[in-house]
């Protein structure tokens, strides 16, 4: 038994010893450049594509398998503008043989030095890339796919891996669409792994140039252990672009082939988006109206979920002087089933609006009558919106919108079963609130939409002169309005608006009309006196109830106490047609009171009737209500001309006057 064990000691020995001599004399005498043409030959078959290596052939055996290969080339078909398609300058593996009899990979490096890919589409669509490899002869066999899944299911063939040192350097890659006129082109291409084990993170280093703009890359990531695609992979990275913005990424994947659960925290530092997309040579879509903003944008947050949930937890969005905290839950993605919380300190969208354009008195250009019923006939799909399920909330502390200034801004959107309800709808603004509730049904091809709405205290004339640029109205608004109304083009909601309100306009004045000021200044108009002031009708209470019906507007009721004036409005506003047919009927009085009389007074009618259209209304004085209207020339001679006379003619001028300053406020309302 001792003589056989001492005999299988001898020829181990000897076996190891030839082993070790091979493995050095090999290499020396084998003359490598003989096999080049096959070399070539196979992989030229193999691929459809010439390819040659260079002279500079190294091949190692012990204790390291090594391979140094130089300048090595994959042709380009016939027909594309580059020679090659691919090319490296040198190529080196160096791995350890006396691991792989337990299993065990062991790297020492692995080098490639300047690889450079051409791809190319060209004017008929072909890919240079296109029928690379031999096309199987047959379909896989269907056991053979279950058991080479069933082999991939228990994991890597291997016991460990380990590599010392993996480095790409100055790659390059190109990207021609010769159809498109469009070329990409990634250079300066660096990739470093290092310490690339199963147990241990991996140390990688990426830098390039995409289109001569800079990027890089460091970090960890791992381990990805033994059963790659299972597990939990932390990522602890850095990225840094254009030498303007910088990414830190930091967290875990885990199970990235099954569940593919995140839990990620995002920290982009406070970067310009001007100078990032001057950098890409990217125009901004509009140019704002103040030059400084658009300069410092950071995000914070913190990602978690899978392919089924998603949650976006303690967000923090920087714009300019705009802080913004969110957060968000999405899940059952296919309906989806969304819930939102957005708070929003202030922002002045003013300030990121274009210019508006130079107004040269010149109509702007409608599109074609085509177009537009074309955009018309397009049917909307509400389809989404009727499996959507919605819970969210925005929170708005000041903003300002085209001048009009609004704060403590309170939304809630609810949405289920193709019903979208809002509520509440508040806000502040020019010492008054807003109250309005929105509900839209899509459960039908026409939405139908009930908006109600309640407004106290709201200062008219600052919040007009903010908004339109315009002096037209001053007082307290208090209103209550319902409204409903079916479809989503303007010309459908026209023809089924529906429903009921009230304005009221309580200690103000009407901008631009002077009626009572027409009569107190009788001398002053034909006696030579100039008037100076901007003329304005005081009033104490400016009441218009309304009521709607398929688009007819019915404004019975409205009237303005003023003193020394009443003026009372009725008639009809069809928006269908955009026809207007009313009758307004001023009456001086002989009295100052105002607000709160009631009293039935006498004086001197003028009643004026508007009709025509929108866009070119007509007004007029009604004759037969003013031949028929009570005069109270005694009391009018009292209040306004004293113990003079007065005369006819001044008088009728007077009416004339008044008719001319309702049609030019109805004008500046109009426009």
């Known amino acids: 038994m001792k003589s056989i064990i001492k005999w299988l000691l001898i020829f181990g020995g000897v076996f190891i010893v030839l082993i070790v001599a091979a493995a050095f004399i090999i290499p020396k005498f084998i003359n490598v450049q003989k096999y080049k043409p096959t070399i070539e030959q196979k992989i030229t078959q193999a691929t459809g594509r010439s390819f040659s290596l260079g002279d500079d052939i190294d091949v190692s055996v012990f204790p390291w398998v090594g391979v140094k290969l130089t300048d090595l080339v994959l042709g380009n078909p016939e027909g594309y503008k580059e020679k090659d398609m691919v090319s490296v300058k040198n190529f080196e593996v160096r791995l350890k043989v006396m691991p792989l009899l337990s299993k065990r990979i062991e790297v020492k490096t692995f080098v490639l030095d300047s690889p450079k890919i051409y791809l190319e589409k060209s004017k008929n669509g072909k890919s240079n890339w296109q029928g690379i490899g031999a096309k199987p002869d047959k379909k896989p066999d269907k056991k053979e796919t279950k058991e080479k899944k069933s082999s991939s299911d228990q994991g890597l063939p291997i016991e460990g891996l380990q590599v010392k040192s993996f480095s790409i350097i100055n790659g390059q890659l190109i990207y021609v669409d010769q159809k498109t006129n469009i070329k990409k082109q990634i250079s300066d291409l660096n990739l470093d792994l290092a310490n690339i084990s199963l147990e241990n993170p991996v140390d990688i280093s990426f830098s390039a140039k995409i289109d001569e703009n800079p990027v890089s890359l460091k970090g960890t990531a791992g381990p990805i252990g033994k059963e790659p695609g299972k597990g939990t992979i932390a990522l602890d990275f850095v990225i840094k672009a254009l030498e303007e913005l910088e990414i830190k990424l930091s967290g875990s994947v885990k199970d990235p082939v099954a569940s593919q659960t995140i839990d990620l925290k995002v920290d982009i530092s406070s970067f310009s988006p001007k100078k990032l997309l001057a950098a890409l040579k990217i125009d901004l879509p509009v140019q704002p109206k103040d030059p400084n903003v658009l300069n410092s944008v950071s995000l914070k947050t913190h990602v978690k979920g899978n392919l089924n949930n998603i949650s976006i937890l303690d967000s923090l969005l920087v714009l300019d002087d705009s802080k913004l905290n969110f957060s968000a839950l999405a899940k059952e993605l296919n309906k989806p089933n969304l819930k939102f919380d957005i708070q929003l300190d202030e922002i002045d969208l003013d300030r990121y609006l274009p210019e508006p354009p130079a107004k040269d008195g010149t109509p702007e250009k409608s599109k074609t009558g085509e177009a537009t019923s074309n955009v018309a006939k397009k049917k909307t799909d509400y389809g989404p919106l009727r499996k959507l399920v919605l819970d969210g909330k925005i929170t708005v502390g000041k903003l300002k919108a085209h001048g009009a200034r609004v704060e403590n801004i309170d939304i809630h959107i609810l949405a289920k079963n193709g019903i979208i309800t809002i509520d509440p709808f508040g806000l502040s603004l020019y010492q008054g609130t807003i109250a309005s509730k929105v509900k839209i049904d899509v459960q039908n091809n026409a939405p139908r939409t009930k908006v109600m709405l309640d407004a106290n205290g709201i200062q008219a004339g600052p919040l007009l002169k903010d908004a339109m640029q315009k002096e037209l109205i001053e007082g307290t608004v208090k209103t209550n309005i319902g409204l409903s109304m079916i479809g989503e083009d303007p010309d459908m909601i026209k023809q089924t608006i529906t ?36 003329p304005r009708t005081d009033f104490a209470e400016l009441k218009i109830p309304f009521t709607a019906k398929n688009g007819l507007i019915n404004t019975k009721g409205a009237g303005l106490m003023s003193p020394l004036i009443r003026v009372l409005a009725t008639g009809n506003v069809n928006l269908v047609k955009e026809l207007l047919d009313l009758r307004v009927e001023p009456k001086f009085v002989a009295t100052l009171k105002g607000q709160g009389d009631t009293k039935q007074r006498s004086g001197l009618m003028v009643p004026v009737l508007i009709t025509g259209s929108f866009s070119s209304p007509k007004i007029r004085p009604d004759l037969k209500g003013l031949i028929g209207g009570a005069v109270d020339t005694e009391a009018l001679k009292q209040q306004v001309l004293g113990d003079k006379e007065g005369q006819k003619e001044k008088i009728e001028s007077v009416k004339k006057d008044v008719k001319g300053q309702i049609k030019g406020l109805f004008q500046g309302l109009t426009k």
């Open 499 to 534: 429903g009921q309100g009230d304005l009221l306009f309580l200690d103000g004045a009407i901008i631009g009309i002077d009626l009572a000021n027409a009569v107190r200044n009788v001398k002053a108009k034909f006696g030579g006196e100039q008037v100076t002031e901007k």
